[in-house]
């Protein structure tokens, strides 16, 4: 419950400081599009926060064949992937980013520093047992994330700020959620 509290109360604090009312002739710099898995993936769900020319992944997908056609919509798209952020040391946010990376070389993948303390005990594992039971459906391996450097990036020159170490269906409060000031926006995966 404390959680959720203050997850209210970091939320209404942010609708607070956003902007009162855009202009008629401006435009939202920002969008998201929700990239959704097969039906063979727990419904997963992964975000593309796009700006004019960048853009930043939320999540990355379960299974192999769902992060290729995520990576194939970051690249129709045409903006230059920023960075992949993962909200939590779940399997089915995290297996996919191999193939993002893959596809992306370099780019960067993300996760608070508690939420990485989490991944390193228990992503191997938990990757080697779905890997066993599925190994044509999940990638080769897993990527290793490092710690966000801020809890605010930005897309654009726009504002995302992350909003960290949540208590979710990881009951250890290492699921975070993403804020986006600029649309009012909050992307909350499994919190």
Same mark, same amino acid.
């Given at each position: 419950?404390?959680?959720?509290?203050? !997850?209210?109360?970091?939320? /209404?604090?942010?609708?607070?400081?956003?902007?009162?009312?855009?202009?008629? #002739?401006t435009?939202?710099?920002?969008?998201?599009?929700?990239?959704?898995?097969? /039906?063979?993936?727990?419904?997963?769900?992964?975000?593309?926060?796009? @700006?004019?020319?960048?853009?930043?992944? $939320?999540?990355?997908?379960?299974?192999?064949?769902?992060?290729?056609?995520?990576? %194939? #919509?970051?690249?129709?798209?045409?903006?230059? !992937?920023?960075?992949?952020?993962?909200?939590?040391?779940?399997?089915?946010?995290?297996a @996919?980013?191999?193939?993002?990376?893959? #596809?992306?070389?370099?780019?960067?993948?993300? &996760?608070?520093?508690?939420?990485?303390?989490?991944?390193?005990?228990?992503?191997?594992?938990?990757?080697?047992?779905?890997?066993?039971?599925a190994?044509? &459906?999940?990638?080769?391996?897993?990527?290793?994330?490092?710690?966000l450097?801020s &809890?605010?990036?930005?897309?654009? @020159?726009?504002?995302?700020?992350?909003?960290? %170490?949540?208590? @979710? %269906?990881?009951?250890?409060?290492?699921?975070?959620?993403? $804020?986006?000031?600029s649309?009012?926006?909050?992307?909350? /995966?499994?919190?």
């Amino acid at each position: 419950v404390t959680a959720f509290a203050a !997850l209210s109360v970091t939320i /209404s604090l942010a609708l607070l400081e956003r902007p009162t009312v855009a202009s008629a #002739r401006t435009a939202p710099k920002l969008t998201i599009e929700e990239v959704g898995a097969d /039906s063979t993936a727990f419904d997963v769900v992964a975000t593309i926060i796009m @700006g004019p020319k960048e853009a930043v992944l $939320w999540d990355a997908q379960y299974h192999v064949a769902d992060a290729r056609r995520l990576a %194939d #919509r970051i690249a129709a798209s045409g903006r230059h !992937l920023k960075a992949i952020i993962l909200s939590h040391p779940d399997h089915d946010h995290f297996a @996919g980013a191999a193939a993002i990376v893959e #596809r992306f070389p370099g780019t960067p993948v993300y &996760m608070t520093a508690k939420a990485l303390e989490e991944y390193k005990r228990t992503a191997a594992p938990a990757f080697n047992n779905e890997k066993s039971r599925a190994p044509q &459906m999940l990638p080769d391996s897993i990527v290793t994330p490092v710690p966000l450097p801020s &809890m605010q990036l930005t897309v654009d @020159g726009e504002k995302v700020e992350i909003i960290p %170490d949540l208590t @979710g %269906d990881v009951i250890t409060g290492v699921n975070s959620v993403l $804020w986006i000031p600029s649309i009012s926006t909050v992307l909350a /995966s499994d919190v």
